[in-house]
């Protein structure tokens, strides 16, 4: 008797679950049904282009014609269908992969709605989504690289504000990008050094150590902007990285001019990613490193030097923050200008999370706070009759909203943010 | 290989951990280190593993002062170590946990996992150390993830194998299996150093039996030579009675009624499922079982620390389902947890504070919302004293005291005050035969002063010596409940591993 209830009791939970995701593809698919389909006159359609800007590419393709009401109808009723089946027989482990097909989905419909009538070029808003990822990406990477040697990063702000700043100036100074770039690297080791200095040694909180190298960082910025680079413009006058096309990749349809027509940073990005990930996982350097920032005196016991470790990984993390930071003014803007990263520090801590650690999981957590970004951008300019101000708003509203749904659930290596004594 | 310590010596602020200790371990040895908390058995061995710089004195492997500055000196010397609380890195699998610091790789530092893991397999097969090499080690029984320790230093070459406190954390069965692991490493030529507080396992596994007391050696003697009795006075430094002596149970009423409860754990598994048991007011109830079978969930739901999924809990005729941990304290519930160092105590706290975590807010340690710190060193002092916690000063954080010496503190907390209920788990998990002795009678005289209490413990021999009733517990469920002084050993052996006697259905 009692082993029955017991069972029931533990299956319940999982089953109000499962009832409640399909309810909610059912809702999704209504909705889109009722505010997009019937939200668009009937007999309008919406053109979503799917070619770069640039005239001169191997494959053109049609653009993507769809008439606007029934492309919403029959998206919501695959939405609604899907509902269907996770309610009568279940997804089980697959619900995850559903979940993200019903956001598409959702989305999907959503542009379409939102350009009846009009043009909207998919392919511009998917190299935007790319190119508003790149930061924010630099910023995770920079936290993983830390947080999985067990010491917190939330200086990550600071270490992108900093470097932007140098590399402006020194890229201006010298008429060198390149300069620029590297400076901005080394800036960026600098503060990730002060930070390990105040973190390591000092075991001053980190959290706290975090917060007071933001303030400086902008602090600084600001400071020295407001009395030299004011007024001698010619200290802030970089220029910009130009795009490289990549040679046969980037006449791809679709993929190619969104991955492989970028300038060098967004191709650093895309390798620090692979390298981080397979060193992290795959070889000597990071088992070690991540025994470090799972259980800092077991690696001790095998003769694994934990404070080296830990000082090395924030150095290389405040490298590549660095980096992330010189996009910020020889990548994207081409000056550097106050406050710039505009929390993508901590939004690039955030996809860190949302991405448990991982490097690959970081830049898809990242490309998604992207596509928000990119989406508030383009939503502004189709006038959809939603104010700026709260189009703005997007990246930090799905910042918060996956921190506070994804939070719970993923696991941060074990010694994180824990200062290592021996003896 | 032999390995000789002369007049090793370690000065921790206040205290010598080690004074001028002498030790030789012959190669093929297994050689029992035996001592009471912090008798400096643990301190010894780090420094021979290079964890910690001996303050004097020399170590020697055949015959050749050697001096290691850091682990990774020790391992190369052929020494390996699996320490009492587990060097593993639980999110990594059993051969990245084994292979972690001298790793196989190919061109790169690329991982080769899977020559690694060949490598473990052979080993696991020469000694009989059965271990999944792709499990991952939080995932594994800690009987298993010993082995993984275990292969840890034979993956090193290991001639001489250091082994801390393995069996406190051990199934009887477990414990036969690592025996007979030792045997074979013996028979392969390793040395073993191996430190326990059970005399029976001294007894039938060392050839020589080496005895600290307060940073001293006080004796060596082999099996032969010897007896648990005398052991133990060699220890303690007086008579250890190792048997409790108790008049039958007087008892007067329910205090704890358990109906019908379903708890779940941490995965949202049952992990209590449906178990029934009253604790009546004069008499001790002992769970026994194997660690896993839902025993930690148990003391959970009765203490208020786990919410319960169905079911009922009264406490002296009063419904608490429901209540907070604070409900159940106020109720007159004291509780000794199974991991004293993580939910009984504040390590970084001093022992006064520690002393007064639970009563802190009220008369006579606070008036208004201000401590009183006279008060409450005054009630330290006197705590220290009545409950005989060896320590320099009541300043000092917790953190600093032996094993021992840390369960007292948790005991004297609830002892002072005034509780109708005691619920301990694995209340002398770790500690030697005085402290054990100690903390037996405390919870007897708890019994005959009129309070309900109930004992969750794996080892059969504590069950057996404290309880009046035994219920087994088995895959959450309460198997029988058996009064102690009909119940066999042997008996409750087999219920703790889930095989009923005919006729017999579950019972409570
Ligand atoms: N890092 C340290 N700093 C200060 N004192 C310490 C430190 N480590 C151990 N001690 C003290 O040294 C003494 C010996 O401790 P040790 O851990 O070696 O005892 P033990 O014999 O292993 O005891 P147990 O059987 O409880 O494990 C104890 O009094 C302990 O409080
Ligand atoms: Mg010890």
Known sequence: MSVVAGSVGASTASLRRARVMGILFLLVGVLIVLVFGLGSEGGVVSRLGLNPARAETLFRLPDLVLPARSTAFLLGAVCAFLGGVQLSRGFERRVNLVIAIVLVLFVFAFLTWAARDRSLSLLGMLQSTLLRSVPITFGALSGVLCERAGVINIAIEGMLLTSAFTASVAASLTDSLWIGLLSGAIVGGL?????????????????????????????????LTDQFLQRNQELNNPGRFQNVPIPGLSDVPILGPVAFDQNVLVYLMMAIVAAS??????TRWGLRVRAVGEHPKAADTVGIRVLFTRYRNVILGGVVAGIGGAYFSLGAVGRFEEGMTAGRGFIGLAAMIFGRWNPIGAFAAALIFGFADSLQVKLNILRVGIPSEFLAMAPYLVTILIVAGAAHRVRPPAADGKPYLKE | MRLQLKGVTKRFPGLVANDSVDLTVAEGEIHALLGENGAGKTTLMN??????????????????????????????????????HFMLVPVFTVTENVMLGIESTRRFGFLDRREAAQRVREISQRYGLEVPPDAVVEELPVGVQQRVEILKALYREAQILILDEPTAVLTPQETEDLFEVMRSLQEAGKSIIFITHKLKEVLAIADRITV????????????????????AAMMVGRAVRLRVDKAPADTRGPVLEVLDVVVLDDRGQVAVDGVSLTVQAGEIVCVAGVQGNGQTELVEAVTGLRPIASGSIRLLGRDVTGASPRGFLRAGVGHV????????????????????????????????????????RAAAQERVAAFDIRTLSVEQPVATLSGGNQQKVIIGREFSRP???????????????????????????????????????????????????IAVMYRGKILNILPADTAEPERIGLLMAGSLGEGEGPGG
């Open chain 2, 419 to 469: 509780i109708r209920l005691l619920v301990a788990s694995q209340p002398t998990r770790g500690l030697d035969v005085g402290s054990i002795e100690y903390i037996h009678e405390r919870l007897v005289e708890k019994r005959d002063q009129g309070a309900a209490v109930l004992i969750v413990s794996v080892e059969l021999d504590e069950v057996l010596a404290l309880a009046d009733r």
């Open chain 1, 277 to 282: 990930f397979f060193g992290l996982f795959y």
């Open chain 1, 191 to 223: 503060v990730a050094g002060l930070l390990a200095l105040l973190a390591i040694r000092y075991q001053v909180d980190q959290i706290v150590a975090g917060t007071v190298i933001n303030i400086l960082a902008l602090g600084l910025t600001s400071y």
């Open chain 2, 337 to 376: 947890p199974e991991d004293r160092q993580r939910d009984g105590l504040v390590l970084d706290f001093s022992i006064a504070d520690n002393l007064v975590l639970n009563t802190h807010g009220s008369a006579p340690f606070a008036r208004w919302i201000v401590r009183d710190d006279e008060a409450i």
């Open chain 2, 47 to 84: 420094i021979v593993y290079g964890l910690y710089r001996a303050d004097g004195g020399e170590i020697l492997l055949d015959g050749s002062p050697v001096h290691f500055g850091s682990p990774r000196h020790a391992i190369g010397a052929g020494l390996g170590m699996v320490h009492q």
């Open chain 2, 212 to 231: 600290m007391s307060r940073g001293r050696v006080v004796g060596t003697t082999t099996p032969g030579e010897t007896s648990e009795e005398e052991l």
